[in-house]
């Protein structure tokens, strides 16, 4: 081993502390970005390839009811490649030893037992018999949550009539990777189950023999899907079609898309910071080390080193700490990329995951984590290769410090000589002071854009569920009924209150926009299911108009007082004018409200029912659920207490989750900046503070000058992290706003206070421990050796 | 005879290097009074600057004693040593040691903050005939001039004794006399006792004693019946 690299290991090993420092907070982003990109192709690579192997369907429709003969005019749109039509139906489940009911979607198996789309994948046990009448098959989550074995037998109210089903496979879907009920939030592997039955009894059960009420498309490459969607929904007009859609709005596929968009994205925005923040340490060290070697490098150069040697030298130093960084990013970005991977294939429903490793997320990253220690480091490297051997060798001028109107100002308010050195030496480096409070800056915002959700979420919770929804179920017909079926329910036994609503599918226009919704009409002034504004006030639609929820409305471009064409997809399926009444603030999907009385007056019919929300008597919970199991025409029941604890449980998960690496990734930033600013300040500063040490100033007067710089710098960068917190928040809030979902940017003092408290804390740790240091500083020896 | 100053008993300090042990001081016995201006001289390591350090407390014997008046040294912690430094000790160094981000009036500003009874700035800073620079960086000045202003830091506090270890030694000849003419001007108004550490012979013909050291001993000490003054002294 040359010399040279022997003082680089042994460099290296003197300057470990900082190095790693540097090292950890350059690991976040190398491991952020393997976790995200590996996860993103994990997930992109799976879906495409189980959609590809079980020929998942491009475009879908439900309708009332069509002969099976229309099958082969579908066939004919241009562009389709193949068509698959089958019977659907829903069904309350009693299954043995749960008291609650379940809630089963059931769809018909293909008379000749082989799908051409949508192809579930047996995982067990096999497909039943066509000709049987009482065998399925069910989805994998389904069985396993309720502990089904093959042979085991539940019951199913199949339209009014309550059968024993057998169960002879399971199996999964690429239609169901992920499954949410009815009136669901979350997914509820034990309350809902998709049932797969023989073709010719589904038929039966649901009187639908010869004809089908759901097709499936799969197009050719060069197919357009809005054509084919608008030509299907022409055939299906006369027979009940509800607007057809493309993959873009069936529920599982959006919601894996939503994920995948989300990890493509952090995998972009997050990681430069971190490469960002890395760079400036490096430079920042590196230009240090470079200063206090200066006259060694002229010795080098003397000797006969060439600038190329030296430049190497230290972008080598530089090039380990990235190493360091790179290797620890890998390990820790490998690790939780692939226990990510395991928990996303449990989460969503994939037969198989394929995580391949991608060697090149580790390649980029790892050229990615050098050539950012390189970008910190070149510019002093190429000071030192520019300096005269002879230069070098001579002491550097000293700083030069100069009043500037900042100064006058500073003396204007006769501060202490201590106070004046650690102002005047932040403004000597005006660059490292601005770059050193943007990275503390960075850790704050990274605090606040990561618990503001807590606020937001709550605020979610309570309106949703304590001030909209207030309801102990919610029971869902298979049919319109008649308004006394509410009689029939309140007479069940344990409803203490019972509710009507109904939903109306719909496409609203405005011009060229239009949204496919459901319109919900309800009695004025209900008690369980209220619409809230904004200032938390009951609206009660008025009996001639249409309340929109804001994102509805904004999404139509409509305001109060404008007139919207509504198309009925349901029941006489009639287009009316409506005027829009008025907009309420909503954070789950997209509302529409209507008065019953008055659509009803505008189908000229009696008011019709589909929904009713109960509130129970919590003792007779199970009296309650034996009944429904019985009950006729009954869809589905939603139990909103579950719902409720479900997605507050699944909520705090995620948050303490969050909140523990962001505090962890925020924690790194801080003590890389600050620890790395203090060393480098003390390095700096050593000769200054022996000698204020000589001249009688005690060790807690001379820390106060090495801390206060860097505390002054983190005091500094709280508000501006708060700012850019804020910034992130509502940029994330856009993100992640959806048809489903949006989310209100919710900002408490404790947001910020919290961001602030954990970066102050770690900035004062990481300078005491600098601190320490100066307890065990040499006067003697300091003051001996000249600058 | 005039007050005692600083006494020490058998003072000696080791460097232990755990291979050699290096005697730096081998066993002193010294008395210095107060208004005296000494000049120590020896060779490099012949243990002048660690008894310097020692008497400033900067630095701990390994065996003996140091008195400062009646005060005991050795048996001060470091907190001790601390506050004897801030209230009784001026110190100017080879290298002038001045805060680069602090005009002249501020470096001496930083002394006169913490001590009980100093003189203005302004003042010591005239004292050293540096009156027209006061608001000039370290930066801005000559060697002279930044060893000038930290004699005038030094002296700021009415130190009872001011340490001096090389204060020219980083200076042209008539730069440091300059020097020298400030330490004998405050030595003679205030009385402040004067301890000069100097490689340079010529400048122990301005001293009152001077202390010769070898190998971590006292060698020689002799008085001067005629002293000159700073402006007569040629190197």
């Given at each position: 081993m040359q010399a040279l690299d022997r003082k680089l290991l042994r460099d290296f090993r003197r300057l470990w502390a900082q190095a790693l420092a540097i090292a950890l907070v350059l690991a976040c982003g190398v491991a952020i970005f393997i976790t995200s990109f590996g996860m993103y192709r994990a997930l992109e690579e799976t879906r495409i390839a189980y959609y590809e192997r079980n020929r998942f369907a491009d475009v879908f429709s439900d309708a009332r009811r069509a002969p099976l003969s229309l099958a082969r005019e579908i066939e004919?749109?241009?562009?389709?490649?193949a068509v698959e039509t089958r019977v659907s139906g829903a069904a309350i489940l009693d299954i043995p030893g749960r008291s609650k009911s379940a809630v089963g979607r059931i769809l018909s198996i293909p008379t000749s037992g082989r799908?051409?789309?949508?192809v579930p994948l047996l995982r067990s046990g096999h497909v039943p018999?066509?000709?049987?009448?009482d065998q399925v098959l069910v989805n994998e989550p389904f069985a396993q949550a309720n502990g089904f074995q093959i042979g085991d037998v539940f019951a199913a109210n199949l339209n009014g009539q309550k059968r024993p089903l057998t169960i002879t496979g399971t199996v999964l879907s690429p239609e169901f990777i992920y499954t949410i009920g009815p009136?669901?939030?979350?997914?509820d592997n034990e309350g809902y189950g998709i049932i797969w039955m023989p073709e010719d009894a589904v038929a039966a059960a649901f009187d639908m023999a010869g004809a089908f009420n759901h097709v499936s498309l799969k197009l050719r490459a060069d197919a357009r899907a809005e054509t084919v969607v608008s030509s299907l929904d022409n055939l299906l007009e006369p027979y009940g079609g509800l607007d057809a859609y493309d993959r873009s709005q069936q529920q599982s596929d959006a919601f894996i898309d939503a994920e995948i968009k989300q990890l493509r994205s952090t995998s972009i925005i997050l990681p430069p910071v971190f490469f960002g923040i890395t760079a400036f340490l490096v430079n920042m060290v590196i230009g240090r080390i470079i200063a206090l070697e200066r006259s060694e490098i002229g010795l080098l150069k003397a000797i006969g080193y060439s600038n190329f040697d030296i430049c190497l030298h230290y972008l080598l130093l530089a090039g380990l700490i990235a190493v360091v960084g790179i290797v620890i990013g890998w390990g820790v970005g490998s690790w939780l990329s692939q226990s990510l991977a395991r928990l996303y294939a449990d989460f969503f429903?994939?037969?198989?995951?394929?995580?391949?490793?991608s060697y090149d997320a580790y390649i980029i990253s790892g050229i990615i984590g050098v050539a950012t220690a390189a970008v910190g480091a070149i510019r002093s490297v190429l000071n030192a290769a520019r300096l005269a051997p002879a230069v070098a060798m001579s002491p550097p001028a000293p700083p030069k410090y100069k009043r500037n109107t900042l100064d006058h100002a500073l003396l204007a308010l006769r501060l202490s000589q201590p106070t004046m050195m650690i102002f005047r030496n932040l403004m000597r480096w005006p660059v490292r002071s601005a770059l050193t409070t943007l990275g503390l800056s960075l850790a704050v915002s990274i605090l606040v854009a990561a618990t503001f959700f807590d606020d937001s979420l709550d605020t979610i919770v309570d309106t949703a569920f304590y001030q909209s929804n207030r309801q102990d179920a919610v029971l869902t017909f298979t049919d319109e009924m008649h308004e006394s079926v509410l009689e029939d329910v309140r007479r069940?036994?344990?409803?203490l209150q019972a509710e009507s609503k109904q939903y109306y599918p719909a496409t609203l226009r405005n011009g060229h926009l239009s949204k496919r919704i459901a319109i919900e009409s309800s009695r004025p002034n209900?008690?369980?299911?209220r619409v809230i504004d904004s200032d938390g006030r009951v609206v009660n639609p008025p009996a001639n108009g249409i309340m929109l929820s804001d994102r509805l409305a904004s999404e139509l471009n409509v305001r109060a007082g404008d007139t919207i064409a509504v198309d009925f997809?349901?029941?006489?399926r009639e287009s009316h004018k409506i005027m829009v009444a008025g907009t309420v603030t909503q954070y789950l999907g997209l509302g529409a409200y209507m008065d019953m009385d008055g659509l009803s007056a505008l189908f000229r019919q009696k008011p019709r029912i589909g929904i009713v929300n109960v509130t129970l008597d919590e003792n007779q919970t199970d009296n309650f659920h034996a009944a429904l199991k019985e009950a006729?025409?009954?869809?589905g029941t939603t139990m909103m207490t579950e719902t409720r604890q479900s997605f507050l449980d699944t909520i705090r998960q995620n948050v303490i989750i969050m909140t523990t690496i962001y505090v962890i990734v925020a924690t790194l930033i801080t003590v890389g900046v600050a620890y790395n600013g203090a060393r480098i300040q003390l390095s700096e500063r050593a000769r200054e503070l022996a000698s204020l040490r000589i001249l009688g100033f005690t060790r807690g007067e001379v820390s106060f000058i090495l801390m206060g710089e860097t505390m002054i710098l983190a005091l500094l960068a709280q508000p501006l992290g708060w700012l850019i917190g804020v910034e992130i928040a509502r940029l994330m809030t856009n993100g992640f706003t959806s048809d489903l979902y949006t989310i209100p940017l919710i900002l408490k003092p404790a947001t910020f206070s919290f961001a602030s408290l954990v970066v102050l804390s770690a900035a004062l740790v990481a300078t005491l421990v600098v601190r320490r240091r100066l307890d065990r500083l040499d006067l003697v020896a300091v003051m001996k050796t000249r600058e | 005879m005039p007050d005692l100053i600083f006494r020490t008993e058998g003072v000696t300090k080791v460097y232990d290097t755990g291979e050699v042990k290096i005697y730096a001081l081998a066993g002193v016995d010294l008395k210095l009074f107060a208004g005296e201006f000494t000049v120590l001289l020896g060779?490099?390591?012949?243990?002048k600057s660690t008894l310097l350090n020692i008497l400033g407390g900067l630095d701990h014997v390994t065996e003996g004693r140091v008195w400062f008046k009646e005060l005991?040294?050795?048996?001060?912690?470091d907190r001790g040593l601390t506050w004897f430094r801030r209230d009784h000790v001026g110190f100017v160094f080879q290298?002038?040691?001045?805060?680069?981000?602090?005009t002249a009036r501020e470096n001496v500003q930083l002394v006169t903050d913490v001590s009980p009874d100093p003189m203005a700035p302004e003042e010591a800073l005239e004292l050293v005939g540096l009156g027209h620079r006061m608001?000039?960086?370290?930066?801005?000045?000559s060697g002279g001039e930044q060893q000038r202003v930290a004699i005038a830091r030094a002296i700021a506090k009415r130190p009872e004794v001011l340490l001096c270890d090389?204060?020219?030694?980083?200076?042209?000849s008539k730069t440091g006399i300059q020097v020298l003419e400030a330490l004998k001007n405050i030595n003679d108004r205030f009385g402040t006792t004067t301890v000069v550490i100097t490689h340079?012979?010529?400048?122990?013909?301005?001293?009152h004693r001077v202390i010769h050291f070898q190998d971590g001993r006292i060698s020689n000490v002799y008085t001067n019946d005629q002293r000159l003054p700073p402006s007569e002294i040629v190197w």
């Open positions: 004919t749109i241009e562009g389709v490649w799908f051409s789309l949508n018999d066509p000709e049987t009448t009136g669901g939030l979350m997914p429903n994939f037969p198989f995951l394929i995580y391949r490793v069940l036994p344990g409803v209900p008690d369980l299911s997809l349901s029941g006489r006729p025409n009954l869809a | 060779a490099s390591g012949s243990g005991d040294l050795t048996q001060l912690n290298f002038y040691n001045l805060v680069p981000s602090l608001d000039h960086f370290p930066a801005e000045m090389e204060p020219t030694g980083a200076l042209d340079n012979a010529a400048i122990q013909k301005m001293a």
